[in-house]
């Protein structure tokens, strides 16, 4: 079992930057397959971005394509995704979740909110 924290959500402008975190607890975080996803108000929650066990596999949804990037060090249990180029469709609550295979995710975060004024 993993329990999963989101941290790094904000307020921000059009056009700017967050990193968001997800740091898992347990000594297994390497044997989980890791994605994003995002909610937004009156939304249902919808798919950002994965990761393969090792990192080098990532696949992310086309809206976020070219501005947003999933990264994870395993030696940190801890998960990024690196958000430029903020729109204000980006606003919603972000969860990690993990999982033993991609689109199986089994745990999940409470969620970080990331805002974008226009």
């Known amino acids: 079992q993993v329990q999963l924290l989101e941290s790094g959500g904000g307020l921000v402008q059009t056009g700017g930057s967050l990193t968001l975190s997800c740091a898992a607890s347990?000594?297994?975080?390497?044997?989980?397959?890791m994605g994003w996803f995002r909610q937004a108000p009156g939304k249902e929650r919808e798919f950002v971005a994965q990761?393969?066990?090792?990192?080098?596999?990532?696949y992310s949804t086309d809206s976020v394509k070219g501005r947003f990037t999933i990264s994870r060090d395993n030696a940190k249990n801890t998960m990024y995704l690196q958000m430029n180029s903020l729109k204000p469709e980006d606003t919603a609550l972000y969860y990690c979740?993990?999982?033993?295979?991609?689109?199986?995710?089994?745990?999940w975060g409470q969620g970080t909110q990331v805002t974008v004024s226009s």
């Open positions: 979740a993990a999982g033993q295979a991609r689109g199986l995710y089994d745990y």
């Open positions: 347990g000594r297994t975080f390497s044997s989980y397959y």
């Open positions: 990761i393969s066990w090792g990192g080098a596999s990532t």
